[in-house]
């Protein structure tokens, strides 16, 4: 009954007399009548909009989208930082020496095999707990040099190609 009395030049009108004849009081607000509903939605709708309000509401967006970018650039800003940093003292941790640090070189020898030699006691001679995380992966080495599949079967006489490790340069 009310929509179709209401117009944009008596909305106001309707509004203030609508706040006289409000009936129901609940919990200190008001409850909103069907004039007064019809009157707010009318306010909210964009085609009621002046030339200023539409200037104001797309300067907001505007606005927000240029916020919503700036977060995202020094997010990635703050994120790039942090990553280069991280990266920078990793570099500078992995490439740091001791003064008395002396490289080692790995070589080569020719072990010949005898009746009673096993491969864990060859390897054994020669494993350098510095290079290797242990003696199975020690063995595994030499095996793949010389080509063995078992490493339980060495003949006698057979000649081993047995890499070690020393600080002298050859």
Avoid at 59 to 72: D, E, G, H, L, P
Wanted: proline letters at 2%; charged letters at 25%.
């Amino acid at each position: 009954m009310f929509e179709k009395l209401l117009t944009t030049e008596n909305m106001f009108d309707i509004i203030s007399i609508e706040q006289l004849f409000v009936t129901n009081v609940r919990y200190g607000g008001c409850v909103m009548s069907e004039a007064m509903r019809a009157a707010a939605t009318l306010y909210n709708d964009p085609r009621y909009f002046s030339e200023s309000e539409i200037r104001i509401r797309k300067n907001r967006i505007r606005r927000a989208r240029i916020f919503r970018r700036q977060v995202f650039l020094l997010s990635a800003a703050i994120a790039l930082v942090i990553f280069m940093v991280i990266l920078f003292a990793s570099t500078i941790k992995s490439e740091a020496q001791s003064e008395d640090y002396s490289p080692e070189f790995k070589y080569y020898k020719t072990v010949t095999v005898h009746s009673d030699d096993t491969m864990w006691n060859i390897a054994s001679v020669n494993y350098s707990p510095e290079h290797y995380n242990d003696m199975k992966e020690y063995m595994a080495d030499i095996c793949s040099i010389n080509g063995i599949s078992d490493s339980n079967r060495l003949n006698a006489g057979e000649s081993l190609v047995i890499p070690y490790y020393s600080v002298e340069f050859k």
